[in-house]
């Protein structure tokens, strides 16, 4: 009896130290909720929310000049990016058939007032006549049709002489504009056609301490651009300098292109040191709300979902969740939920968001508190950093 009393205790022992290894292994062993889950803080801080677009810089006004007559280029006054005056000639163009017509059009208007001259003395000469009788009515206004046509005859040369020397002058290009030439299309001893359409010979922009950008804005975001507002930017050839600029016009032409519907934005922009050039690809960013000092939370909180939500997660049930929902519609606030970290086990919570700059949300809660962890990810099936925006190779990146 007292063997079996001895083996019995023995076993309790084994058994309890047993017990005891096993539940040892287990808490040494339990994963901590930073190896289950990507964590992030709840922060209070500044968010924007904007539209992009890409546009092209241009010159508020680029003039392209060309020529109302043809020829044969003679000389060139003016090359690329040289500043050129109002009135600047430009080019010339070979004249000596302008001056040939002209001289046969001189010749012409003397002949003809050789003939006017000739018709009024018949004219006085058969009113003479025509008052003693020596000539009848019918000759009389038959003189006095001869000196109208000779009249008319040298109307008519008069205008093609100054059509003639019209064309001479412009065989002179000149500037219409005060700028700077960027693009010259002609070189010297090139024959140039002006016939239905008018050829360009060179391109002055008038000022480019003044410039534009064209861009276009997808009609879900034209609503939120107004005139005057404020529009950040930045261009390929200083990637780490940000550019400002202000909404001038929104122009209520539509582009279909693919059934998608976009509308042209010109951004009017200061360049007092023309560091931005024609033809230059600007990354625009019109901001149109800001709130300052509020709480946010990573995008990927909001889209995080777990494996089990029923039986993985101890799920808070917020009371006001349907409220929440039915004041969406008339506050302008959208509707989400996110897993907070507390005691150490994933709670979920309903909120109501505001506006996004694409990397954190707004949210408007009194049950998430700043310094809170929200989860991300499932550590065990992404391995992607949370809240990771890699932009493409070809892209700058641009910060606001």
């Known amino acids: 009896?007292?063997?079996?009393?001895?083996?019995?205790?023995?076993?309790?022992?084994?058994?309890?130290?047993?017990?005891?290894?096993?539940?040892?292994?287990?808490?040494?062993?339990?994963?901590?909720?930073?190896?289950?889950?990507?964590?992030?803080?709840?922060?209070?801080?500044?968010?924007?929310?904007?539209?992009?677009?890409?546009?092209?810089?241009?010159?508020?006004?680029?003039?392209?000049?060309?020529?109302?007559?043809?020829?044969?280029v003679k000389k060139i006054y003016a090359d690329y990016n040289d500043q050129v005056k109002k009135g600047q000639i430009l080019l010339e163009l070979e004249d000596e058939l302008f001056k040939a017509q002209i001289a046969q059009s001189m010749g012409n208007v003397k002949n003809n007032e050789a003939s006017v001259e000739l018709a009024k003395a018949n004219e006085a000469r058969m009113q003479n006549l025509f008052q003693q009788e020596y000539?009848?009515?019918?000759?009389?206004?038959?003189?006095?049709?001869?000196?109208?046509?000779a009249q008319a005859l040298l109307s008519t040369t008069k205008a093609q002489l100054k059509r003639d020397q019209t064309n001479l002058g412009y065989s002179i290009i000149k500037s219409p504009v005060s700028g700077v030439v960027v693009?010259?299309?002609?070189?010297?001893?090139?024959?140039?056609?002006?016939?239905?359409?008018?050829?360009?010979?060179?391109?002055?922009?008038?000022d480019l301490s003044k410039m534009q950008i064209d861009t276009s804005f997808a009609e879900a975001d034209i609503g939120r651009i107004l005139v005057g507002q404020t529009a950040k930017f930045n261009v390929d050839a200083f990637p780490n300098q940000n550019f400002e600029g202000v909404v001038k016009q929104i122009r209520l032409n539509p582009t279909n292109t693919a059934n998608v519907v976009t509308y042209n934005v010109v951004v009017s922009v200061d360049n007092?040191?023309?560091?931005?050039?024609?033809g230059m690809t600007a990354y625009v960013n019109i901001n149109f709300a800001k709130h300052n000092n509020v709480l946010l939370v990573p995008n990927a909180a909001l889209r995080y979902r777990p494996k089990n939500e029923e039986m993985k997660l101890a799920m808070k049930k917020d009371k006001k969740s349907d409220d929440n929902k039915a004041k969406t519609k008339s506050d302008g606030l959208g509707s989400g939920k996110v897993y907070v970290l507390r005691n150490n086990k994933?709670?979920?919570?309903?909120?109501?968001?505001?506006?996004?700059?694409g990397k954190y949300t707004e949210i408007?809660?009194?049950?998430?508190?700043?310094?809170?962890?929200?989860?991300?990810?499932?550590?065990?099936?992404?391995?992607?950093?949370?809240?990771?925006?890699?932009q493409g190779p070809n892209r700058p990146p641009r910060v606001f």
Do not use: C
């Open 272 to 278: 007092p040191e023309q560091l931005l050039l024609p």
């Open 135 to 149: 000539v009848s009515k019918q000759e009389l206004d038959q003189s006095i049709q001869a000196l109208k046509s």
């Open 1 to 72: 009896m007292k063997k079996l009393t001895t083996h019995l205790i023995n076993i309790a022992l084994i058994l309890a130290f047993l017990f005891g290894a096993y539940y040892v292994y287990q808490l040494s062993n339990k994963k901590k909720p930073e190896d289950l889950f990507r964590l992030q803080p709840v922060t209070m801080g500044d968010i924007e929310q904007n539209v992009t677009a890409n546009g092209t810089i241009k010159p508020v006004t680029l003039v392209n000049v060309g020529t109302q007559v043809s020829g044969r």
């Open 183 to 206: 693009d010259r299309e002609v070189d010297v001893g090139q024959t140039v056609a002006a016939s239905l359409q008018t050829p360009t010979l060179f391109k002055v922009a008038q």
């Open 346 to 357: 994933p709670e979920m919570i309903r909120v109501k968001t505001s506006i996004t700059n």
């Open 364 to 390: 408007v809660t009194s049950d998430i508190k700043p310094n809170e962890f929200v989860i991300t990810a499932d550590m065990a099936t992404d391995q992607k950093p949370a809240g990771s925006n890699a």
